[in-house]
């Protein structure tokens, strides 16, 4: 983290604080003003900065000028003062403000140069063609798929951006679309907890990665213990956040609990068949209940990018017959369990199955109820740091 002036940085957090209050700013300005930063000691050209914030998408100088611009009304500053940012003409930039580094070791920076991803594709056994992207630098980290993902559009989107930038801080991430969704195919024949563990197989060897941290959230929790039961040589941590080992029909065991379960997915066969944004707007409240009403939207609006009505169903009913309690006790490397203490979706009650079932396994619970960690909540830095010593380890 950075100090200056009455202004806090912190590039993993995706957080600009000026005399306390958080200051929001765009996703580019906060690339530029972070790069600035992170290269002080010299003047940095306009090509450098373009191509750090912006990677190979073609922007023109009077958008790195217009980011500035904003930048400088974040940080108090102007373009006649230049007592934070100046201009050096006809070359580039400097950041002058004295900058205090605050060091965390659990914490460590995310250069702004790093913020850029690679697309690829592959396929799997039977023929689908998945999409994956790498981003960052360090040792590998690989994320299980997860529901209703989209390489390109979370990449800025509030709900999965602050992730991204957290892992890709400190490590060669990959992560994946699953069948179905995203920038991977969306019409397919399988879907289930084989074909998902198959797709992981097949993005892991075509990534180019040997033996990796795993890290699975919610029901990408059950994928990633799958997986690394079948390759114990691969696995060398698993991360577990949100994450369950039995659906919500696999898990009921009295008459009102399947009662319940089945209503869950009725309404949403319904509702998402009739593409009703009402009930969207009570998913996403179940999802994410402590989250203001804009971080609904912006999970509404990632959910109708990411796929169709029909995969929407299909995945409502794969996901509640996933059960890995049978294979779960045949983990072997360590294991981390992080969950919601009033997660809705997936109840603390999975997070106790979990760490009876995976041997030796830790578990974490944080002071939230959204089943999605956002990057603006208590929460979040305790996530942070806890994963953080833990793949450290």
């Known amino acids: 983290m950075y100090r200056f002036r009455d202004c806090e940085v912190d590039p ?50 009077s958008a790195l000028t217009s980011r500035l611009k904003d930048a400088r009304r974040a940080v108090g500053d102007d373009g006649h003062r230049q007592e934070v940012i100046a201009t050096v003409h006809g070359v580039g930039y400097r950041f002058v403000a004295a900058v205090e580094v605050m060091g965390d070791p659990g914490l460590p920076p995310v250069p702004a140069a790093r913020m850029v991803q690679e697309i690829h594709y592959c396929d799997s056994p039977d023929g689908v063609r998945l999409a994956f992207a790498v981003c960052g630098e360090g040792p590998p980290l690989v994320k299980a798929a997860n529901w209703l993902t989209h390489l390109d559009h979370e990449w800025s989107s509030v709900i999965w951006r602050h992730w991204i930038q957290w892992l890709a801080g400190a490590h060669y991430l990959v992560r994946y679309d699953e069948r179905g969704s995203g920038l991977s195919d969306w019409d397919v024949s399988e879907f289930g907890l084989d074909a998902w563990v198959e797709d992981l197989e097949v993005v892991a060897d075509s990534a180019g990665v040997d ?16 997986y690394a039961v079948r390759h114990p040589d691969r696995v060398s941590r698993l991360v577990l956040v949100g994450a369950y080992s039995r ?24 509702s998402w068949r009739r593409d009703d944004a009402t009930f969207r707007q009570v998913f996403a409240s179940q999802f994410l209940p402590d989250a203001p009403r804009e971080t609904w939207d912006a999970f509404n609006e990632l959910q109708r990018a990411t796929t169709s009505v029909e995969n929407v169903v299909r995945f409502l009913d794969a ?37 009876k079932l995976i041997p030796g396994s830790r578990l974490v619970f944080l002071d939230s109820g959204n089943h999605i960690i956002t990057e603006h909540e208590a929460a979040w830095p305790v996530l942070v740091s806890e994963v953080n010593r833990f793949l450290a380890n």
Request: aromatic share 4%; glycine share 8%; with cysteine.
């Open 247 to 270: 659906g919500r029909l696999a898990r009921a065991t009295s008459d009102e609990e399947r009662q319940e379960a089945s209503l869950d997915l009725a309404l949403g066969r319904v």
């Open 211 to 226: 033996r990796f941290p795993l890290l699975g959230v919610s029901q990408g929790g059950a994928v990633a213990i799958e």
């Open 319 to 355: 996901f509640a017959h996933i059960d890995v309690s049978a294979v779960a006790p045949n983990v072997r490397c360590p294991t981390l369990i992080v969950h919601a203490r009033r997660d809705i979706r997936v109840p603390e009650s999975q997070a106790h199955e979990l760490a």
């Open 12 to 61: 993993r957090g995706f957080v600009l604080r000026r005399g306390g209050d958080q200051v929001r700013v765009e996703r580019q300005v906060f690339g530029v003003l972070v790069h600035l930063i992170e290269h002080r000691d010299r003047v940095v050209p306009k090509v450098e900065l373009l191509d750090a914030v912006w990677g190979n998408r073609f922007v023109s100088e």
